[in-house]
């Protein structure tokens, strides 16, 4: 498995917890070709995102083909507080899948 990192980041944003995630990700096709071999380059994406915000799941996303490399995923919550325990866990097409823990931090 290659090295998947994810970073997360919360911030306020008119008076709801908004929550950045980045996850270092290929998202490939399976449209594309090698150029060096000819050979179409297998498909290799994110297919599920899930969110939890204190052990409960408040997003659950289906993703495709259409996603970025390296996606930025955002969303938007109310009633989060600062300290609310975040969960962030992703699962793709090659049976590969990743998690972050954190938690709300307001400034």
Known sequence: MA???M???TRM???VVELQVLITHPMETGLRTDKNTKKKIPAHFIQKVNVELNGKV???VDT???VSEDPLLGFRFK???NGDKLKVSWSDNLGESGSLDGAVELS
């Open 3 to 5: 090295d998947r990192r």
């Open 64 to 66: 495709g083909v259409a």
């Open 7 to 9: 970073k997360m980041r």
């Open 79 to 81: 009633n989060a507080k």
């Open 58 to 60: 408040v997003v659950a």
């Open 13 to 15: 944003q008119d008076g």
